[in-house]
């Protein structure tokens, strides 16, 4: 633990890793970076994590990735949050319609809501895990300076801290994340690279923000109610507890808290309503910007607010910022351990940048459309044609309908399920299987969660997620349909041959046999295949009986999402799917279950 409290003017301090900002990303990232084993320092001057306000609301790949980080994070925050997977349309105080088809239509996944929880309660929770594993925020630090060293080939980031004691320090650190918010001081430390640009037109919106408990005979059901009057200007939120959140357009930056309550009431009228509990409330303005890079020279990184900002519309803004987190660590990892080329660096700022730019696209038409409803440019700024379906919406006049359509439009973006990495990177490997859902290649997709059985003594069932470890480690799933062990035998001793020797230890591999009580019900020995230095997991894929992913076994599941039936694979009965640290597809190739050879997977490695 490094205590800057109590070093002297002239220490230096040399990490891996230098977090500023200790939000929910920066709070993230040191958490992750500790778990995969870089050294870190997470600095911020606030004295502690948010107690009220801000975030509200955690998608479903959100709680996936929270599934990988592990420390029991995922199961406390999903005891105590409130699932959210319908939207309704009240116009005029009566209620029209309710929307859920985007969260019933996900496959391979275990969840199919949002989580409504306070960004408070994630804050605290990962502070405190930050604090357990010997790693706690250094709070009350003021960052005087940052800096990269001269010199293209420079490979040290530093920062000049002032502690709240008045102590100096000097940190060294080999890469640099600024996940200081909006107003990051380490993207201004560095104008000439990072230029906050702002996307779409200038149009700015103002919005009243209040969190509390309410009387009213409106009922109160856990789904997010979009309301109409003469536009769509107020929303309600369900929360955690009895706490409810409302957003209020009131179109002025300077207003009464009470102005924007009188607004709420006219919305539910003729409800009657009061707030009981005015727990907090805020205010803040639609700006949407993008910073024009991500990174610097692969050493100093910007992630979260620090890098996008946009229109809470969507729930989007904490989950992407955390999806930032889990792409970039385990990248570090690698290139910090001599495993992966400055390309692997390069591929954060490839494939989060357009994420966040369509993201700030989606929430600028969302929010514009509670106020204009015959916009025909959904993607405000997108100098493109409108398409079919886009036009299909503009035919809905009524504000609460065209929203919904919207929503409905963008809902791989707002469940966090189809944001796909596909077309933005060279260090993802090509794949020609093409997935039905999608309608794009299944490499660079999220990973499909299924249901399994271990081949141990126990034999409990499990899921994909649940036994996935944000640990810095390729998954290398094997879905192999043979009930021979002595099949299992050649594909390690195949896999073995092609995996580079610096990367053994950072590559697990998961044998998936079809059900079968002929199949040893123990742990394979490793040791006579030389595959000791590898974990070996073996296990059954059993049919998933409920309706959340389909009666499907897991080999089925990725068999049919990566159209295997479909492009001739005539006696490639195996499938080899690589999931990256972040559980994205990084590869995926059907072989053959007589001759395995793995050409592709080798390919797919060196290529990192």
Not at 478 to 489: D, H, R, W, Y
Request: hydrophobic share 40%.
């Amino acid at each position: 633990m490094i205590d800057l409290n109590r070093h002297s003017r002239t220490t230096v301090i040399e990490v891996d890793v230098l977090v500023i900002g200790a939000g929910p990303v920066g709070l993230a990232s040191a958490l992750l970076a500790h778990k995969v084993g870089l050294s870190c320092v997470t600095v911020d001057k606030s004295d502690g994590p948010l107690k009220l306000g801000r975030a509200d609301a955690m998608n479903a790949r959100t709680l996936q990735l929270l599934e990988l980080l592990g420390y029991g994070i995922f199961e406390e925050l999903h005891a105590k949050g409130l699932h959210c997977s319908t939207s309704s349309t009240w116009k005029n105080g009566e209620f029209t319609s309710r929307q859920n088809a985007w969260w019933k239509a996900l496959r391979g996944s275990e969840h199919q809501h949002f989580l409504m929880l306070g960004q408070p309660y994630l804050e605290e929770i990962l502070d405190r895990n930050l604090t357990a594993v010997g790693r706690p925020v250094e709070r009350g630090v003021t960052v005087l300076e940052v800096g990269l060293d001269d010199g293209p080939s420079a490979r040290l980031t530093w920062a000049k801290l002032l502690s709240k004691t008045g102590i100096e320090s000097l940190v060294r650190a080999k890469y640099l994340i600024g996940a200081d918010g909006s107003h990051s001081l380490v993207r201004k430390s560095f104008p000439e690279h990072f230029i906050f640009e702002p996307i779409g037109d200038d149009t700015e919106m103002t919005w009243a923000v209040l969190d509390g408990e309410v009387d009213t005979t409106f009922p109160r059901e856990s789904e997010i109610i979009n309301f109409q009057v003469d536009t769509s200007d107020v929303a309600r939120i369900p929360r955690e507890g009895k706490i409810d959140r409302y957003y209020v357009r009131m179109d002025r930056k300077v207003f009464e808290v009470e102005e924007a309550i009188e607004k709420i009431r006219r919305a539910v009228a003729p409800h009657p309503f009061k707030f009981v509990d005015l727990e907090w409330n805020s205010q803040f303005t639609v700006r949407e910007r993008l910073a024009s890079k991500f990174s610097i020279r692969q050493r100093v990184f910007l992630a979260g607010d620090a890098c996008h900002v946009h229109s809470v519309n969507g729930g989007q803004g904490l989950n992407t910022g955390l999806s930032d987190a889990f792409n970039l660590i385990w990248k570090i990892n690698l290139h910090a351990k001599r495993a992966g080329s400055e390309n692997v660096l390069k591929s954060y700022e490839n494939e989060r940048r357009p994420v966040a730019k369509t993201v700030i696209e989606t929430a600028g038409a969302l929010v514009r459309a509670t106020k204009y409803s015959q916009q025909r440019q959904l993607v405000i700024g997108a100098q493109r044609d409108v398409t079919p379906d886009e036009e299909q919406l503009h035919q809905l006049w009524d504000h609460s309908n065209y929203y919904v359509g919207l929503v409905k439009l963008n809902s791989r973006f707002i469940t966090g399920m189809g944001i796909s990495y596909a077309d933005q990177t060279a260090a993802l490997a090509s794949s020609a299987f093409i997935s039905p859902e999608y309608g794009a290649p299944l490499v660079g997709y999220r990973g499909f969660d299924f249901h399994l059985t271990p081949l141990t003594v126990d034999s409990k069932p499990t899921r994909l997620y649940t036994e996935l470890d944000y640990d810095g480690r390729f998954d290398i799933l094997v879905f192999f349909p043979s009930s021979e062990i002595v099949g299992a035998t050649r594909i390690i001793s195949s896999l073995m041959e092609v995996i580079p020797g610096p990367l053994k230890p950072i590559v697990r591999i998961r044998i998936i046999h079809s059900s079968s009580p002929s199949i040893p019900q123990r742990p394979f020995d490793t040791a006579a295949t030389g595959a000791d230095s590898l974990p070996i997991v073996h296990y059954v894929d059993t049919p998933i009986p409920d309706s959340k992913i389909g009666t499907v076994s897991g080999r089925a599941l990725y068999a049919d999402a990566m159209g295997l039936d479909e492009i001739g694979a005539e006696g490639k009965e195996g499938l080899v799917v690589i999931l990256r640290p972040d559980s994205y597809v990084g590869f995926a190739e059907a072989v053959g279950t007589t001759a395995w050879s793995f050409e592709g997977v080798s390919g797919y490695f060196a290529g990192l």
